[in-house]
């Protein structure tokens, strides 16, 4: 019944803009995405690691400017995306499944008043693999903008999220001790807090440095039965 409550309680993960933690690390990517409508040719490039916060800051800035969300599915022709003229597009993971045709079209439009194309993808556009000449000039001429794994500002942000989300007040010294046992990605971090969850609630235990610590005990020594 305790789970079922916690389950009941736990907050949405969320795409707000003020939820999305800068620090020195990722201020230049965040004044980039900023930038719009001043992008260069209308187009950005938005790249980092799995966990780095692509999908939140590009989201956030989706709803900010109202931009239309396509997928790799999208039509491909030039007819296709007439509707989407003059208008703010995201497409997340541009580097696969998106047709060349239409990336080239999406790139042409972003130029026009009141558009824009941000792209997000793990790695920048120049290395994106493109069968169309002339797609594979305009993708080497896209402004990048690169997200870095998170420091221990934006962790340490991420952690305190992921804690709330679930209604959890964590102990004071459990944060410090996890910014040095965890992985620098957002993954990471969502992943320990739901296996501190999970742990406390099973164990009938407060969230605190010493759950953790068992936790990581018990990784630790199934690494060492594995190797």
């Known amino acids: ?16 803009r003020e939820d999305f933690i ?3 690390t990722n201020a230049d990517a965040v004044r980039a995405v900023d930038s719009w409508p001043a992008w260069y040719g209308g187009c950005l490039a938005l790249v980092g690691p799995t966990g780095s916060g692509k999908s939140h800051l590009a989201r956030a800035w989706a709803t ?13 022709t030039a007819s296709d ?5 003059g208008r703010p597009i995201l497409i997340e993971d541009a580097h696969q499944g998106v047709a060349d045709e239409t990336l080239f079209h999406l790139i042409n439009m972003a130029g026009d008043e009141g558009a824009g194309l941000l792209l997000t ?5 120049q290395a994106w693999s493109a069968s169309l000449p002339d797609l594979r000039s305009r993708l080497n001429a896209v402004p990048v903008a690169e997200l870095p794994p998170p420091d221990d500002m934006v962790l340490e942000g991420l952690l305190k999220n992921f804690f709330r989300e679930r209604n959890i007040t964590p102990a004071d010294d ?11 990605s957002a ?8 296996r501190l969850d999970e742990a406390a609630v099973a164990d009938h235990r407060a969230v605190s440095r010493a759950l953790a610590r068992q936790i990581f005990e018990i990784e630790d020594e199934t690494l060492d039965i594995g190797e």
Not at 68 to 73: F, G, H, P, R, T
Not at 81 to 85: C, D
Not at 174 to 184: D, F, G
């Open 1 to 16: 019944m305790a789970r079922q409550l916690r389950l009941e309680l736990r907050r949405p993960s969320s795409f707000r």
């Open 22 to 24: 800068v620090s020195p």
């Open 64 to 76: 900010r400017v109202d931009a239309a969300v396509l997928d790799a599915e999208h039509g491909s």
């Open 81 to 85: 995306l007439a509707p989407l003229q």
């Open 121 to 125: 993808a793990p790695m920048a556009p």
């Open 174 to 184: 459990l944060i410090p001790y996890l910014l040095r046992r965890i992985e620098r």
């Open 187 to 194: 993954v990471s971090a969502r992943d320990i807090v739901d």
